[in-house]
């Protein structure tokens, strides 16, 4: 018998107008890419013996993968708010570009985003996340600290913009 947990909090139903592009076109895709593998999983089906059929077995495994996105993808997406406008561009809200600098002189710039566009390759950050919790309605100059879980950090915000990457 498996341990009991308790259900993971919902997470924020805002998304950037980008983001929610995204999604549609990786609906699109799945959708697509589904057409493909039925099949590719009819054709081996019709091969005979399913039981020791390789290529049957990969096609309901991937069958399955892509059944199971494109339901999450139809039951989130209808939740989702599109935050086009923030009102106050002085403040860190939804959809900002923060530059930081900690205690050593260290630089990070983030993008605070919807949890269902998390990109860390493009320093997008989750608006649920403690960094942009701790952001959240700071204003350039003011300074916060933030518990990794082994220390106290402090930071600076340096900077914030909207709507373009001020990389």
Excluded: C
Excluded at 23 to 50: F, H, I, M, N, Q
């Amino acid at each position: 018998m498996g341990r009991w947990r308790p259900p993971a909090p919902a997470s924020s139903p805002y998304i950037t107008p980008e983001g929610y592009l995204h999604l549609e076109t990786e609906l699109k895709d799945l959708w697509e890419r589904r057409k493909d593998v039925t099949r590719a999983l009819a054709a081996a089906a019709a091969e005979g013996d399913r039981s020791e059929n390789a290529e049957y077995i990969y096609r309901k495994k991937e069958l399955r993968e892509l059944d199971a996105r494109i339901g999450y993808l139809q039951r989130r997406m209808p939740k989702l708010k599109i935050v086009r406008d923030v009102g106050d561009t002085n403040s860190v809200f939804f959809g900002a570009w923060v530059t930081i600098v900690d205690a050593d002189g260290i630089e990070s710039v983030y993008r605070i985003v919807g949890p269902d566009e998390i990109d860390y390759s493009m320093d997008y950050i989750s608006i649920d996340s403690p960094m942009a919790r701790a952001l959240r309605s700071k204003h350039i100059d003011d300074e916060f600290s933030l518990n990794n879980g082994t220390e106290i950090r402090q930071y600076l915000i340096t900077d914030i913009r909207y709507k373009t990457n001020p990389r």
